[in-house]
């Protein structure tokens, strides 16, 4: 059983509707991050956070410690959104562990 | 754009091939990490450097063999590969210490024929 644990596996959504994203862990953390990696392989960081919510533009980020739970949120998904969605934590070892990652396709 | 650039993009080997790949960032950091992601398995940790001393080789055959000549670059040198070392090979950077944002280049896919 993987230490960093996604959910769906595969995502597909209409334009415009609203996605969640789920990763859960059985680690202790100092941090979580939220990667999207696109076709091409590219990966860019969309969130890190310890504690609360983050919010940058259509993209919504929670975490709930107690509960070892992540969520993506995405309002009003676009095309331009699919990608896969990889959630990492920083262990207490200062380890990265990374989910298998989420597929999403968005369809006009 | 990351920061963090990678080359060659695409590279196609044969098993008795020598070949490298390059990495560089001008991001001040001061570590740097060599990642495999194999298809539908989770990203793999090869090396890591910090302070251009090697951190950490989580037991990867000696067919690769990272090398930091200095905090902005970071190469992997490949020879006598085989074709389940075909992958996309990413690179990432960061600042030691505390949390912090890991920056991640473009990835090299490699393909080992």
């Known amino acids: 059983k993987n230490e960093v644990e996604q959910s769906p596996q595969n995502l597909t959504a209409q334009e415009g509707e609203f996605i969640t994203i789920n990763c859960s862990y059985s680690?202790?953390?100092?941090?979580l991050h939220w990667l999207q990696q696109h076709p091409g392989g590219g990966i860019v960081s969309l969130f890190m956070?310890?504690?609360g919510k983050k919010k940058h533009g259509r993209l919504i980020a929670t975490i709930n410690i107690q509960e070892k739970h992540s969520s993506l949120h995405i309002t009003a998904s676009h095309p331009r959104d699919s990608a896969v969605y990889i959630c990492?934590?920083?262990?207490?070892?200062?380890?990265?562990?990374f989910g298998t990652g989420t597929r999403l396709q968005v369809f006009p | 754009e990351t920061g963090v650039t990678q080359t060659p993009r695409h590279l196609v080997m044969g098993m008795t091939n020598k070949k490298s790949l390059k990495c560089e960032q001008h991001l001040g950091h001061n570590a740097m990490y060599w990642y495999k992601q194999s298809a539908k398995k989770p990203l793999e940790l090869m090396f890591v450097y910090s302070l251009e001393e090697r951190v950490e080789n989580n037991s990867v055959p000696s067919r690769f063999s990272p090398e930091c000549p200095n905090s902005s670059h970071l190469f992997l040198h490949l020879h006598t590969l085989q074709p389940e070392d075909s992958a996309l090979y990413l690179c990432?950077?960061?600042?030691?210490?505390?949390?912090?944002?890991?920056?991640f280049g473009q990835g090299t896919r490699l393909t080992v024929v």
């Open positions: 990492a934590v920083r262990s207490g070892t200062d380890k990265l562990i």
């Open positions: 680690v202790g953390i100092s941090a």
């Open positions: 990432a950077s960061s600042q030691e210490g505390l949390p912090h944002e890991a920056f």
């Open positions: 956070l310890s504690s």
